[in-house]
């Protein structure tokens, strides 16, 4: 089973700054099987970012993914307000078919 | 624009059957593989199986001797029982559909407490 590590657990930044969060593979996945989701308070996940790198319909270009192998990073170019929440990255394995999910990394505002 | 809307009971007892079901709308429920997806109260995502309407299926290892997942194509709904259900199984359970190798869209979510 394919573990996911995010870090920071926490991140406390202000609008206005860049944010990089790191999600850490135990082994290496095909960047094709990575995704970003984003949550607020009350809501569902939304996905912002599949196959590590491309934006999801309706996503500003200031969030971009990028990584390989075991290390994968989900950027924010410009911090707005609406941009505070939870961020999730995902993994698919295919043996066994299963969705994981990193623990999430909280982007809090400063 | 699809959308997922999830429904069932809000309160399950221990020891018994949480069973929901999630219509989907705005897309054919055959293109797709569909998902559930749990959280429980202030913790992170848990994927629990996913199927598709051919009755093909997919489990989460740690849940799979308790949990069914079903497409039904008639009524465009798919359907999650849990069995033999604790508090740990206390949650805000998501469908989603499944596209490559993510899940692009959500229902807003339904929780369930397991108490007596």
Known sequence: EIVLTQSPGTLSLSPGERATLSCRASQSVRSSYVAWYQQKPGQAPRLLIYAASSRATGIPDRFSGSGSGTDFTLSISRLEPEDFAVYYCQQYDNSPPRYTFGQGTNLEIK | ?116
């Open chain 2, 1 to 116: 624009q699809v959308q997922l809307q999830e429904s069932g009971p809000g309160l399950v007892k221990p020891s018994g059957t949480l069973s929901l079901t999630c219509a989907v709308s705005g897309g054919s429920i055959t293109n797709n593989w569909w998902s559930w997806v749990r959280q429980p109260p202030g913790k992170g995502l848990e994927w629990i199986g996913e199927s598709e309407h051919s009755g093909n299926t997919n489990y989460n290892p740690s849940l799979k001797s308790r949990v069914t997942i079903s497409v039904d194509r008639s009524n465009s709904q798919l359907s999650l029982t849990l069995s033999s259900v604790t508090a740990a199984d206390t949650a805000v359970y998501y469908c989603a559909r499944a596209a490559t190798y993510n899940l692009d869209y959500w229902g807003q979510g339904t929780l369930v407490t397991v108490s007596s």
